[in-house]
């Protein structure tokens, strides 16, 4: 058995989608002159690696707290789609099956530079409606979002509005394409649009 982490670490000055609040990280509490080492951290919820929830772009949608576990745990796919430049439509995923669909893009190399990158491969409307149609349960991917930097809103609300869990800013730089378990745990925040996530693969 191998397990391999897919997540990102946290860091001051790590890249945000434009718009969101950076990390602010700051140790408040240092050892020797205080009893214990305590740190203080501030940022949004889609920093990092995370999960969208349906409220994260559905009124009314149920939040990240309310995920199936099921949509968080359990038998997953990876699919090379490295070859693709921009846009991933659904001719890209039809021979796919699994119901938890992790997307290995070009954008895992994105995460060497310190700066936003606007020009990321994403999925387009059609992939979002294939999702769904197959009944996925989660589909994730390597970069801040799984839809174009002008384009978000139109693919989060088909994928969310058909309760399809998304996990953002994924690293997959090393992983082989294929079938693995993952385990993937936002933190529980009460009423919340979306978590920080520690996402492992594990194969057998």
């Not at 789609?81 to 439509?89: A, E, G, Y």
């Not at 839809?147 to 088909?158: L, N, Q, R, T």
Request: include cysteine; aromatic fraction near 8%.
């Amino acid at each position: 058995m191998k397990i391999y982490d897919i997540s990102v670490s946290y860091y001051n000055g790590m890249p945000v989608f434009p718009g969101d609040p950076p990390p602010d990280i700051k140790r408040i509490l240092s050892m020797p002159d205080d009893p214990a080492n305590v740190s203080m951290m501030c940022m949004g919820t889609h920093t990092g690696t995370h999960v969208d929830p349906p409220i994260h772009f559905i009124h009314g949608g149920y939040t990240v707290d309310d995920i199936p576990l099921d949509h968080l745990y359990g038998k997953a796919e990876v699919v090379d789609l490295t070859h693709i430049d921009k846009v991933i439509s659904k001719d890209d995923l039809r021979d796919t099956r699994s119901k938890i669909i992790l997307l290995k893009t070009k954008n895992s190399g994105l995460w060497k530079s310190q700066e936003f990158v606007k020009d990321y491969v994403y999925i387009d409307e059609s992939a979002a409606t294939w999702l769904v149609d197959n009944g996925v349960k989660t589909v994730g991917i390597d970069y801040l979002s799984i839809a174009g930097f002008e384009s978000g809103e139109p693919v989060h609300k088909i994928l969310l509005g058909g309760k399809v869990t998304v996990i953002e800013g994924l690293n997959l730089t090393d992983i082989e394409p294929g079938e693995y378990t993952l385990a993937c745990l936002p933190l529980k925040i009460q009423y919340g649009d979306g978590a920080p996530a520690r996402a492992i693969l594990v194969k057998e």
